[in-house]
Structure formats: C-alpha cells, structure tokens
C-alpha cells in the first residue's frame, strides 16, 4: 500500500461519483477493457478514459494488463453513492407531504429510506384514506398518537377496537380528544368499554405518527395535516423506520396525561 498519495477531498471524491458513476458501475459489474467499457457505455471514447484516469486517481479503480478493476474502495463507494441517490428520490418522493410541516419537526432520515408516500391534491384524499383505513384495519395491535380526527378515521379505530377486538393504545391531541368527547361521545364510550383500548392526552403533535402491526410485519406511518384538513401519508415497513417510529411514540407517550373513562350518557 503507498502512503505517499496525495488522498482527495471528500468534495472532489463527490465529484467523481456525481459525474462517473456509471463508469465505475460499469467496472464493478466486469472488470474490463477501456474498449470494451466505450462499447457498452452511451459516451464517447475520450469521456470513458477521463472517467477512469479521475476514479483511478480517486483509487476507486485499478488497472492491470490493461484490464479496469473496482478496488474495495470502489465497490464500498459506489454503494454508499447509490445508496445516497435511492434516499434523494425518496425524500422528493415525500416532498408534498413534508411540505406541510415545519422544518424542525422531529423526523428521522431512516423513516424516508425506503418509504411510500400519497399526497393529497385537491379534492382527492381518497387513496390517502384508503391507506390509512388498511393500516388500521387489517392490524394485530395499534400504538401510536394522533392529531387527527377526520370521520373515516374515528370510524376506522372504532371498528378495530370494538368488533375486531385490536389492543389500540393512543395518544391524541387535546383538540382531538375533544372531538371526540363531543361529537363521538357514545362511540368513544363503547371502545372505552374495552380493555384493549387506551387513550392519553397531550397537548400539541406535529403530526400523527402511528405504529400497525400488521400480519406480515409491522408498518410505520406518518400523517400530515394542513390548513385545509389532510395533506398526506408517508409509511415504511423497513426495520430502523418502524425503530424510530416506535421511540418517537414513547417519547410523546411519556408525556401524555390519561383520561378519566367517559360514559355514553
């Protein structure tokens, strides 16, 4: 190994992955000639020799017998680089909804690896509805807290709690729980009634974060609300999602007051 190279900035080593990246793909897949390499690649002969002599300095690529090989270096870079790329997408995925909330809310970047997200336009909360309805629905057991309560949703809880029988453990919203004490009072009632169900108060949410475990794993999503009512879902099944999720809950849930049992009078 020499230690007398001069190691690039990490600016620059950003740089040659932005711009080289399907060069360095293309030796990772099969280590190969400068020939063979413009043959498979869309770009000009003079483009593929510049992107290997900047990965090579880089040392992300060597060249032996004029055949190009990925280093460990290479290999380990290119995955973080992809790896990087697959998170941007996501997070443009899920910008109409994060664009409904305050930039500092609390919000990990493990919950966008890999999530799934519906935004809501105009009129059309329906496909929204129907996934939050599902997570609710088809659920073994419900924890999470809430700073919505929209008529499908209320029903959605009420269903699981009462004719399901799914342990659901809450915490919502004062603005919520008061909703629901006076425009659901004999339903909130009913579900109280079993002892699978709990509810605790806190004051304010960001948003409403839920926890479902569903039959094949467990999915985690996030509910954003805007002036006009709901503006979006984002979910994700991915372990560190779900981990974060849950750690998220219990921090609110900490600070969640209970709730005196209401009768249905």
């Not at 032996?64 to 992809?82: Q, W």
């Amino acid at each position: 190994m020499r230690f007398d190279m001069v190691q690039p900035e990490a600016n620059e080593v950003f740089d040659v992955l932005a711009s080289r990246a399907d060069v360095l793909a293309a030796v990772v897949r099969q280590p190969r000639t400068t020939a063979e390499l413009a043959g498979d690649l869309p770009v000009s002969r003079s483009t593929v020799d510049r992107g290997l002599r900047e990965l090579e300095r880089a040392g992300f690529v060597e060249t032996k017998d004029g055949v190009h090989r990925p280093t460990l270096a290479g290999r380990m870079a290119l995955d973080t680089y992809s790896h990087f790329v697959e998170c941007l997408d996501d997070i443009d995925a899920a910008a109409a909804v994060l664009d409904s909330l305050d930039s500092d809310v609390p919000l990990a970047p493990a919950f966008l690896d890999g999530c799934g997200a519906i935004a809501v336009a105009d009129g059309g909360s329906g496909p929204a509805l129907s996934k939050l309805t599902s997570f609710v629905e088809e659920a073994e057991s419900v924890r999470g807290c809430v700073r919505g309560a929209l008529p499908s949703q209320v029903d959605a809880y009420y269903r699981t709690v009462v004719q399901n029988g799914t342990p659901v453990d809450l915490v919502a919203t004062d603005d919520v729980v008061q909703r629901l004490v006076t425009a659901y009072r004999p339903q909130l009632a009913e579900a109280w009634s079993v002892d699978s169900f709990s509810l605790q108060a806190v004051e304010s949410l960001p948003y409403s974060l839920v926890v479902s475990d569903l039959p094949d794993s467990p999915v985690a999503f996030l509910v954003a609300y805007s002036e006009r009512g709901l503006a979006g879902i984002i979910y994700n099944e991915s372990r560190p999602a779900v981990a974060w999720a849950r750690r998220r809950i219990d921090d609110w849930r900490n600070d969640a007051a209970p709730l005196p049992r209401p009768s249905g009078d």
